[in-house]
C-alpha cells in the first residue's frame, strides 16, 4: 500500500536560518506531488506543485522554494527564514492518472520561526 | 481556476444532534469535489469524494454529501455527531490537468456540546 512520511514533526528555527523539510512517498511510481501552508487560523495554501522529477510549479511568490530530486522525494527549502514562514506544512500525493482518489496527506510538519 | 467557500468558520452542534457543513464551489466545468477532516496537529483525511454519478455520495465515519449543481454546493452532512467528530472539516475541489491542483477552502471548525 502507498504511505507518505513527513519529518521533523516538529520544528523550532531562528530568523534568518536554513530550512529543510522532506517527503517520500512509497508503494507508488509517477506520482504528482503537492506542499501545502496551513496558517493559524487558516486553510490550506497551495505553495508547489510537481509533476516529475525536476518538474517544480510555485502557486504564490514567497520566501520558499521546493525540489524534486527522486521520482518519490520532494523537498522544501529555504535560505533564510521569516517569521511569516510559521506554520503547518503538509506534503501530499495524487495520482498521474487524475483525481479520482484525491491526495493522500502527510502528518505534516510545525515549524515555528522564533 | 476553481475556487471553494465554506462559510462558517466556526460551528457548535450537541451531541446527537445532526450536523450540515456548508460549501460553495466555482468552476467551470463539472469538478471532482472532496470533503477533508484534520483533527488537531495532525494530517488531513479523505471523507468522501464526488466527479460522478449518483450526487449523494456516502463517505467514512457516517458522513455523506449532496453535489447540487444549480447552486454549485456540496454540503456535508451527518445524522447524529458523535464527540469524536470534533476537527477540522475541509470542502475541496480538483481540476482535471496534468497537475490535478486540489484547492481547499478555509475550513469549519466543528465543535461538539457535551
Known amino acids: 500500500s502507498q504511505t507518505i512520511h513527513q519529518w521533523p514533526a516538529t520544528l523550532v528555527q531562528p530568523v534568518g536560518s536554513p530550512l529543510s523539510l522532506e517527503c517520500t512517498v512509497e508503494?507508488?511510481?509517477?506520482?504528482?506531488l503537492y506542499w501545502y501552508r496551513q496558517a493559524a487560523g487558516r486553510g490550506l495554501q497551495l505553495l508547489f506543485y510537481?509533476?516529475?522529477?525536476?518538474?517544480i510549479s510555485s502557486e504564490v511568490p514567497q520566501n520558499l522554494s521546493a525540489s524534486r530530486p527522486q521520482d518519490r522525494q520532494f523537498i522544501l527549502s529555504s535560505k533564510k527564514l521569516l517569521l511569516s514562514d510559521s506554520g503547518f506544512y503538509l506534503c501530499?500525493?495524487?495520482?498521474?492518472?487524475?483525481?479520482?482518489?484525491?491526495?493522500?496527506f502527510g502528518s505534516g510538519t510545525r515549524l515555528t520561526v522564533v | 481556476a476553481q475556487s471553494v467557500t465554506q462559510p462558517d468558520i466556526h460551528i457548535t452542534v450537541s451531541e446527537g444532534a445532526s450536523l450540515e457543513l456548508r460549501c460553495n464551489y466555482s468552476?467551470?466545468?463539472?469538478?471532482?469535489l472532496f470533503w477533508y477532516v484534520q483533527s488537531p496537529g495532525q494530517g488531513l483525511q479523505l471523507l468522501l469524494k464526488?466527479?460522478?454519478?449518483?450526487?449523494l455520495v456516502q463517505g467514512i465515519k457516517g458522513f455523506e454529501a449532496e453535489f447540487k449543481r444549480s447552486q454549485s454546493s456540496f454540503n456535508l452532512r451527518k445524522p447524529s455527531v458523535h464527540w469524536s467528530d470534533a476537527a477540522e472539516y475541509f470542502c475541496?475541489?480538483?481540476?482535471?490537468?496534468?497537475?490535478?491542483?486540489?484547492?481547499f477552502g478555509s475550513g469549519t471548525r466543528l465543535s461538539i456540546r457535551p
Open positions: 501530499a500525493w495524487g495520482s498521474g492518472q487524475g483525481l479520482a482518489y484525491g491526495y493522500t
Open positions: 508503494g507508488t511510481s509517477n506520482p504528482n
Open positions: 510537481s509533476v516529475g522529477i525536476g518538474q
Open positions: 468552476y467551470g466545468a463539472t469538478p471532482y
Open positions: 464526488y466527479f460522478s454519478g449518483d450526487t
Open positions: 475541496a475541489v480538483g481540476a482535471v490537468s496534468s497537475a490535478s491542483k486540489i484547492i
